[in-house]
């Protein structure tokens, strides 16, 4: 006997989804849910390595000009978990650490480090009074190689590279 109201109900089946494809589909959710989660961390630590590196760059390419604007002589001291600028005093014959910002001294996150190279040798950390690496008002730079890896990722590093005159660039990357 037809239903009053229904058309056709007895030639008119009506289908929705069974619980189990409900759960099997919330199963599935879940679980590319928990990938994405267990893999967030790296993203959010190649986007600190990323950050990091280029602020370098960047901080670099400022001094220099501020070097050929003021000039003043200015020196980079690398360390294996940071780094930090100087400008030399004439007066006193002294290296003075610059405070300002973006020059004041850098302490990098926990899984950068850096190691240099400087005029062709591996540069000790604490060696010498002086910033192993000079920015003169000329426009000069010493030769240097600056590597930053991640200790997360092996395979993350990136090498800032100057030649003493040109530009400031990314080993395997062109200059401006």
Request: proline share 5%.
């Amino acid at each position: 006997m037809p239903i009053s109201g229904c058309p056709n109900s007895s030639s008119h089946l009506v289908r929705g989804f069974t619980l189990i494809e409900i759960l099997v589909v919330l199963f599935i959710v879940s679980i590319m849910t928990g990938i994405a989660i267990v893999n967030l961390p790296g993203f959010t630590q190649t986007g600190d390595f990323d950050t990091e590196t280029n602020r370098l760059k960047v901080v670099l390419e400022m001094l220099r000009e501020q070097a050929l604007v003021q000039a003043n002589e200015y020196g980079l001291s690398p360390g294996r978990k940071g780094y930090q600028f100087y400008v030399y005093d004439e007066m006193n014959e002294v290296w003075e650490l610059l405070q300002e910002a973006p020059f004041a001294a850098r302490r990098l996150p926990a899984n950068i480090h850096i190691s240099v190279r400087v005029e062709g040798r591996d540069l000790q950390v604490g060696e010498g009074d002086s910033p192993p690496i000079l920015i003169l008002s000329s426009g000069e730079i010493t030769t240097f190689e600056l590597t930053m890896e991640s200790g997360v990722d092996n395979d993350l590093q990136r090498t800032l590279e100057s030649d003493g005159y040109g530009a400031i660039v990314w080993r395997g990357e062109d200059g401006p």
